[in-house]
């Protein structure tokens, strides 16, 4: 049985020990937008009151509305939703012209996560990378408010091009099962 004292226990634990420090506090914020049923939103929920973290509500169905408005410094969310506004991006790049730019941008994205995870970029790629942060990864952020420093999926993996493209694109990505 899950019980509210559990949940706390578990939310004083992540803000304690998992990394949460740096992303939660009183100067972040996040836009909390899965189900209030799902475990691993009572535990966003609990941390964000415990760490004092603004944390707003929004019903998924206005969540891409209200990302803008928000700003959030986190987003947490659930794959359905990263893929989902991973292929409305790659869709709406190709309709406006710019499909091969998204592609080469999502590639470089891949490949500067990687090197992040042995040993770091080269300068070629770092200068990609800054390439398309102008082109292409200035406008993702600014889908997601502007200000996020930071991404979550929780409840099932990400596939490889979505999770490893956010990581080299947007911001340090992580996954959460719940």
Same mark, same amino acid.
């Given at each position: 049985?899950?019980?509210?004292?559990?949940?706390?226990?578990?939310?004083?634990?992540?803000?304690?020990?998992?990394?949460?420090?740096?992303?939660?506090?009183?100067?972040?914020? =996040?836009?909390?937008?899965? /189900?209030?049923?799902?475990?691993?939103?009572?535990?966003?929920? #609990?941390? !964000?009151? #415990?760490?004092? =973290?603004?944390?707003?509500?929004?019903?998924?169905?206005?969540?891409? !509305?209200?990302?803008?408005? #928000?700003? /959030?410094?986190?987003?947490?969310?659930? /794959?359905?939703?990263?893929?989902?506004?991973?292929?409305?991006?790659?869709?709406?790049?190709?309709?406006?012209?710019?499909?091969?730019?998204?592609?080469?941008?999502?590639? =470089?994205?891949?490949?500067?996560?990687?090197?992040?995870?042995?040993?770091?970029?080269?300068?070629?790629?770092?200068?990609?990378? $800054?390439?398309?942060?102008?082109?292409?990864? $200035?406008?993702?952020?600014?889908?997601?408010?502007?200000?996020?420093?930071?991404?979550?999926?929780? $409840?099932? /993996?990400?596939?490889?091009?979505?999770?490893?493209?956010? $990581?080299?694109?947007?911001?340090?990505?992580?996954?959460? =099962?719940?």
């Amino acid at each position: 049985m899950l019980s509210h004292g559990n949940i706390v226990a578990d939310a004083r634990n992540c803000m304690e020990n998992d990394g949460f420090k740096q992303v939660f506090g009183e100067h972040a914020s =996040t836009l909390l937008f899965l /189900p209030l049923a799902h475990s691993y939103a009572q535990l966003i929920q #609990y941390g !964000a009151v #415990y760490s004092r =973290t603004v944390l707003g509500l929004a019903d998924m169905a206005d969540a891409v !509305a209200e990302l803008p408005v #928000y700003q /959030p410094t986190a987003v947490l969310s659930v /794959p359905r939703l990263w893929e989902k506004a991973y292929t409305s991006a790659r869709h709406q790049a190709a309709a406006d012209g710019h499909g091969k730019i998204f592609a080469r941008a999502e590639a =470089t994205a891949i490949a500067y996560s990687q090197a992040l995870d042995s040993g770091g970029p080269s300068l070629g790629l770092r200068l990609q990378h $800054a390439l398309f942060d102008r082109l292409v990864y $200035a406008r993702l952020r600014a889908a997601l408010g502007g200000r996020v420093r930071y991404a979550w999926s929780a $409840a099932a /993996p990400l596939s490889r091009g979505s999770g490893t493209s956010s $990581a080299g694109a947007a911001s340090p990505s992580w996954r959460a =099962t719940a």
